[in-house]
């Protein structure tokens, strides 16, 4: 379980409603206190709290460049960061590498990818049989995307 411990987000950047006449603002809370449909802010080197779908790119007042890379290696097996663009999934646990994003939280805990890999027995990633290479999930057939 240590792997996954060192996958988790420690803050998710939410854009939230604190009373019915009240503006939205983004505010940093746990990662566990996402739920589905809210919008959340990642920035380079921060880790996504849950599985989300990309809405916006861009979205630091510094960028001028919108592209967006993404290290999601733990989760879908792919060797390389991967870029990332409108509409993308980012899984939950991986780390952006470049560029900032908006997202709508599409799933949160065990309904996540990683989660339903962890209840498969399926995360950590295993080894062959001669227990030093990892069996990534892509070559198992896998979800080959973000």
Known sequence: ??????????????????????????????ADECIVSDYCKLSP???????MTVVRLGVEDSESNTECVCDCSHVTGSPTPVSVSLGSTIYAGSLLLRGSVICEVTAIGA?????KLVKQGNFPREKDDEGDTEVLLADRGGDKGL
């Open 45 to 51: 080197g921060q880790t996504a709290p849950a599985d």
């Open 1 to 30: 379980m240590v792997a996954f411990k060192s996958r988790e987000a420690d803050g998710a950047n939410l854009y939230r409603r604190f009373g019915p006449s009240d503006r939205p603002q983004w505010v940093l809370y746990d």
């Open 111 to 115: 309904n996540t990818l990683m989660g």
